[in-house]
């Protein structure tokens, strides 16, 4: 059984960091790409980065290219997000997610974790 774990969140300021961890179990790791994806209120899950399980060729939405960067360690079953100058449109339950790693839709992972709140105030 995959059990995904998401840690790392919180509240902090506009132009704060906060980096999230994901630690996996129950399947290989390394043979599985990676996502994160992110809620806010009333709206839509969506992509915010992605990283292949061969190469970790990284993906990232337009909206935090440049700002966030996912990363993964296989020797500890663990993906990251680094979250830096984080603004108030930043503000939702992040979720790690295991399957592809390079596609932007949620129906191409097989598992989710629970979440993690970030909050971002102006």
């Known amino acids: 059984q995959v059990q995904l774990v998401e840690s790392g969140g919180g509240l902090v300021q506009a132009g704060g960091s906060l980096r999230l961890s994901c630690a996996a179990s129950?399947?290989?790791?390394?043979?599985?790409?990676m996502g994160w994806f992110r809620q806010a209120p009333g709206k839509e899950r969506e992509f915010v980065a992605g990283i292949r399980w061969i190469g970790s060729r990284t993906y990232y939405a337009d909206s935090v290219k440049g700002r966030f960067t996912i990363s993964r360690d296989n020797a500890k079953n663990t993906v990251y997000l680094q979250m830096n100058s984080l603004q108030p449109e930043d503000t939702a339950v992040y979720y790690c997610a295991e399957g592809d790693g390079t596609s932007r839709w949620p129906g191409m992972y097989d598992y989710w974790g629970q979440g993690t709140q970030v909050t971002v105030s102006s």
């Open positions: 129950g399947r290989t790791f390394s043979r599985y790409g």
